[in-house]
């Protein structure tokens, strides 16, 4: 066969691979709510290049970034509680909330929320006050029980593994036991220099007991936003050096009594302080550390390539982000996937986490003394006392984004982001994120998905939703598909690039960020409204 004819061959086996049948949709009128569309028999093809979209987005296989861990949330005590309550009061509506949820099964109806995030003791959203060893002096934890969770955070967490053995398991805690201190308690205050070798013990003690439980950690944090000390529920100040010697210790302890597998994540605070605490904490272990992780409630999301830029490297988390009661529905999502399911993944981050996964319609159930969450904090999941339940607008954001990343083939890699750009007279309408999913067989076609933020809802004010005749290149060839206003999550299948380049972590795309900021100051989405009012209360 001549190579001519091969070369030809080639060209069509890639067309016709490269077809749209599978796009998931919220729209901003909530007409579609996660809602999936299989476009059999009639695809939306790739062909032959011709005029451009009103907006035109580049597909750039060749440009590969950080593999994508997921989308999640806290499974605090409250969550837990609420969540063990509704298993008691109506077990299928339960087990439907866990399928719908965490499910990662590939064409399933469900977020496949992959990564959860579980408090070490009190937050501010337990009954009470306690850490695993209360024993004042106790430095050889004598009286260690992991047992002082309540049973539910554990039974919850084996519910959710049931249904996804993907999932990844993230553990910190709040606060120090009172009894290491400088105020003898866990609501604010700082941790007492004299234990900082000995708190180390008492983490590695954590991870023994949560593997205890069947469930190994993916992660440890050494403290829960170490910059903050709030007298009304758990809080502490570590400082950079302390936090630096207890990592340290930690990775020993872990590496010498077969956890060398649990990564140890540092700083878990605010974008705005991204150049300074997890850069000086690198500095000082960066051995100890696989990487660091961020908060929304100060700053913003681009401030987390500062730290990538000096630690290129070193992984970054997103790990908490808290809706609020009675924000609105719209501007929230948008806000979240401009900044965190896209933004954040577009700064290098590999999760995108909310805060509680579930609460009832109050934001409740909250530590009495806590004067933590303002206007009150809204759930992932709304449960009510009644037996029902549904998603919160965190939810469909996040649905959106996970359905993108998840592996295709039992046992296959999650997906990896890619290069994206977006052109055209209405390139400020589309805010992108690209991703590629491996398979586990050489021989089956690469998955490439989009998630597309369309926000042209005003035109100079005045309320106008439009939605964008765009197309999509890829590889030489061009598909058309118009985007509503709303999150649109879609994929096709082609084969893997003969030539792939370099993974590429010292870069991000900016062009769109560069569109964003022209949007916003020409009559596009601000970022405020209530959400944000609440992040500043938080700082």
């Given at each position: 066969?001549?190579?001519?004819?091969?070369?030809?061959?080639?060209?069509?086996?890639?067309?016709?691979?490269?077809?749209?049948?599978?796009?998931?949709?919220?729209?901003?009128?909530?007409?579609?709510?996660?809602?999936?569309?299989?476009?059999?028999?009639?695809?939306?093809?790739?062909?032959?290049?011709?005029?451009?979209?009103?907006?035109?987005?580049?597909?750039?296989?060749?440009?590969?970034?950080?593999?994508?861990?997921?989308?999640?949330?806290?499974?605090?005590?409250?969550?837990?509680?609420?969540?063990?309550?509704?298993?008691?009061?109506?077990?299928?509506?339960?087990?439907?909330?866990?399928?719908?949820?965490?499910?990662?099964?590939?064409?399933?109806?469900?977020?496949?929320?992959?990564?959860?995030?579980?408090?070490?003791?009190?937050?501010?959203?337990?009954?009470?006050?306690?850490?695993?060893?209360?024993?004042?002096?106790?430095?050889?934890?004598?009286?260690?029980?992991?047992?002082?969770?309540?049973?539910?955070?554990?039974?919850?967490?084996?519910?959710?593994?049931?249904?996804?053995?993907?999932?990844?398991?993230?553990?910190?805690?709040?606060?120090?036991?009172?009894?290491?201190?400088?105020?003898?308690?866990?609501?604010?205050?700082?941790?007492?220099?004299?234990?900082?070798?000995?708190?180390?013990?008492?983490?590695?003690?954590?991870?023994?007991?949560?593997?205890?439980?069947?469930?190994?950690?993916?992660?440890?944090?050494?403290?829960?936003?170490?910059?903050?000390?709030?007298?009304?529920?758990?809080?502490?100040?570590?400082?950079?050096?302390?936090?630096?010697?207890?990592?340290?210790?930690?990775?020993?302890?872990?590496?010498?009594?077969?956890?060398?597998?649990?990564?140890?994540?540092?700083?878990?605070?605010?974008?705005?302080?991204?150049?300074?605490?997890?850069?000086?904490?690198?500095?000082?272990?960066?051995?100890?550390?696989?990487?660091?992780?961020?908060?929304?409630?100060?700053?913003?999301?681009?401030?987390?390539?500062?730290?990538?830029?000096?630690?290129?490297?070193?992984?970054?988390?997103?790990?908490?982000?808290?809706?609020?009661?009675?924000?609105?529905?719209?501007?929230?999502?948008?806000?979240?996937?401009?900044?965190?399911?896209?933004?954040?993944?577009?700064?290098?981050?590999?999760?995108?986490?909310?805060?509680?996964?579930?609460?009832?319609?109050?934001?409740?159930?909250?530590?009495?003394?806590?004067?933590?969450?303002?206007?009150?904090?809204?759930?992932?999941?709304?449960?009510?006392?009644?037996?029902?339940?549904?998603?919160?607008?965190?939810?469909?954001?996040?649905?959106?984004?996970?359905?993108?990343i998840l592996p295709k083939d039992s046992g296959g890699p999650f997906g990896q982001r890619i290069g994206v750009t977006v052109g055209g007279s209405m390139s400020w309408a589309l805010i992108v994120g690209a991703y590629v999913t491996g398979r586990v067989s050489?021989?089956?076609?690469?998955?490439?998905?989009?998630?597309?933020?369309?926000?042209?809802?005003?035109?100079?004010?005045?309320?106008?939703?439009?939605?964008?005749?765009?197309?999509?290149?890829?590889?030489?060839?061009?598909?058309?598909?118009?985007?509503?206003?709303?999150?649109?999550?879609?994929?096709?299948?082609?084969?893997?690039?003969?030539?792939?380049?370099?993974?590429?972590?010292?870069?991000?795309?900016?062009?769109?960020?560069?569109?964003?900021?022209?949007?916003?100051?020409?009559?596009?989405?601000?970022?405020?409204?209530?959400?944000?009012?609440?992040?500043?209360?938080?700082?």
């Amino acid at each position: 066969m001549r190579p001519q004819f091969l070369f030809l061959l080639g060209i069509l086996h890639a067309a016709v691979s490269q077809q749209i049948y599978d796009i998931w949709a919220t729209t901003w009128d909530r007409g579609s709510l996660f809602t999936y569309t299989n476009l059999s028999p009639n695809p939306i093809n790739f062909v032959s290049p011709g005029a451009i979209g009103s907006a035109d987005i580049v597909v750039n296989d060749q440009s590969t970034y950080q593999t994508v861990w997921g989308f999640g949330a806290s499974l605090t005590d409250s969550s837990a509680q609420i969540l063990n309550n509704l298993k008691s009061k109506n077990w299928s509506n339960y087990w439907s909330l866990i399928g719908y949820t965490f499910s990662p099964t590939d064409g399933a109806n469900a977020a496949g929320l992959s990564y959860l995030r579980v408090p070490l003791g009190a937050s501010d959203f337990s009954a009470n006050l306690y850490s695993y060893d209360d024993t004042s002096g106790d430095t050889s934890f004598n009286d260690f029980s992991i047992n002082a969770a309540p049973s539910y955070v554990f039974s919850v967490i084996s519910d959710i593994q049931s249904v996804n053995s993907l999932l990844k398991v993230h553990i910190l805690p709040w606060s120090p036991p009172g009894w290491m201190k400088t105020t003898g308690t866990m609501d604010g205050g700082s941790l007492s220099s004299q234990y900082v070798s000995i708190y180390a013990n008492y983490l590695y003690k954590c991870v023994q007991g949560f593997a205890s439980k069947g469930i190994t950690p993916y992660a440890i944090s050494i403290q829960n936003e170490p910059q903050n000390s709030d007298t009304t529920y758990p809080t502490a100040l570590v400082s950079v050096a302390q936090e630096a010697q207890i990592g340290t210790a930690l990775r020993s302890l872990l590496n010498n009594n077969g956890f060398s597998g649990v990564n140890i994540i540092g700083y878990e605070h605010n974008w705005d302080d991204a150049s300074a605490y997890p850069v000086q904490l690198m500095q000082q272990a960066a051995d100890a550390f696989a990487g660091v992780a961020f908060h929304c409630y100060a700053g913003s999301v681009d401030e987390q390539n500062d730290f990538h830029t000096q630690y290129p490297q070193k992984e970054i988390y997103f790990t908490e982000c808290s809706g609020v009661i009675g924000s609105d529905w719209w501007s929230d999502i948008k806000w979240y996937m401009d900044n965190l399911m896209i933004g954040s993944i577009t700064y290098n981050s590999q999760t995108a986490l909310m805060w509680n996964l579930a609460l009832d319609g109050n934001g409740q159930p909250v530590l009495p003394s806590s004067s933590s969450c303002g206007g009150g904090c809204r759930g992932v999941l709304q449960v009510n006392s009644n037996g029902t339940w549904s998603p919160n607008q965190e939810f469909y954001s996040m649905a959106q984004a996970s359905k993108a990343i998840l592996p295709k083939d039992s046992g296959g890699p999650f997906g990896q982001r890619i290069g994206v750009t977006v052109g055209g007279s209405m390139s400020w309408a589309l805010i992108v994120g690209a991703y590629v999913t491996g398979r586990v067989s050489s021989s089956d076609w690469n998955r490439y998905s989009l998630v597309v933020l369309n926000w042209a809802d005003n035109t100079n004010g005045s309320w106008n939703p439009q939605p964008v005749q765009t197309t999509i290149e890829f590889r030489s060839m061009q598909a058309t598909y118009t985007f509503p206003v709303g999150v649109t999550t879609l994929w096709w299948y082609a084969t893997a690039p003969s030539v792939r380049a370099a993974n590429t972590t010292s870069e991000y795309e900016d062009d769109q960020f560069v569109a964003q900021a022209f949007y916003r100051t020409n009559g596009g989405p601000t970022k405020e409204g209530g959400y944000l009012r609440f992040q500043k209360e938080r700082t």
